[in-house]
């Protein structure tokens, strides 16, 4: 009788372990539901980033410096990129400081071309230099 009674014990006891560790893979399955990737700008990584320009507001309220680096390309990884990120804490504009910096992407038509021209220049260049150089 005993032994029967310690039969039962453990197929009891296999019983509940086996419903418990299918019910630890039911739950895990539906946590490991794929997360919706999101299309974001702002969390596009760097190495999708071709090239960056640095854009001032150009009016009568620009100031001197910003219209100085108005039109400065930039590679991504380019360490001035910190220093003249707008706003900049120098801008006498009556406005404050209305520059932007313009990311480019590598799908953007003509960008890889400015990225490799940048990559000859040391990673910085003013317009001017940009269009001097696609001119030839
Ligand atoms: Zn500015």
């Given at each position: 009788?005993?032994?029967?009674?310690?039969?039962?014990?453990?197929?009891?006891?296999?019983?509940?372990?086996?419903?418990?560790?299918?019910k630890?893979?039911?739950?895990?399955?539906?946590?490991?539901?794929?997360?919706?990737?999101?299309?974001?700008?702002?969390?596009?990584?760097?190495?999708?980033?071709?090239?960056?320009?640095?854009?001032?507001a150009?009016d009568?309220?620009?100031?001197?410096?910003?219209?100085a680096?108005?039109?400065?390309?930039?590679?991504?990884?380019h360490?001035?990129?910190?220093?003249?990120?707008?706003?900049?804490a120098?801008?006498?504009?009556?406005k404050?400081?209305?520059?932007?910096?313009?990311?480019?992407?590598?799908?953007?038509?003509g960008?890889?071309?400015?990225?490799?021209?940048l990559?000859?220049?040391?990673?910085?260049?003013?317009?001017?230099?940009?269009?001097?150089?696609?001119?030839?």
């Amino acid at each position: 009788m005993t032994r029967f009674l310690v039969f039962i014990i453990f197929v009891f006891v296999v019983y509940y372990l086996i419903r418990n560790s299918l019910k630890g893979r039911t739950t895990k399955k539906i946590s490991q539901q794929p997360k919706q990737k999101k299309e974001d700008v702002v969390n596009t990584p760097l190495k999708e980033i071709s090239y960056v320009f640095y854009t001032a507001a150009k009016d009568g309220d620009t100031c001197d410096i910003c219209m100085a680096l108005d039109g400065k390309h930039l590679l991504p990884d380019h360490k001035m990129l910190l220093d003249i990120k707008p706003p900049h804490a120098g801008c006498k504009s009556s406005k404050g400081c209305r520059c932007r910096l313009v990311y480019v992407t590598q799908d953007e038509e003509g960008s890889r071309e400015i990225e490799s021209l940048l990559k000859r220049f040391g990673g910085m260049c003013d317009r001017q230099t940009i269009e001097r150089a696609r001119a030839i």
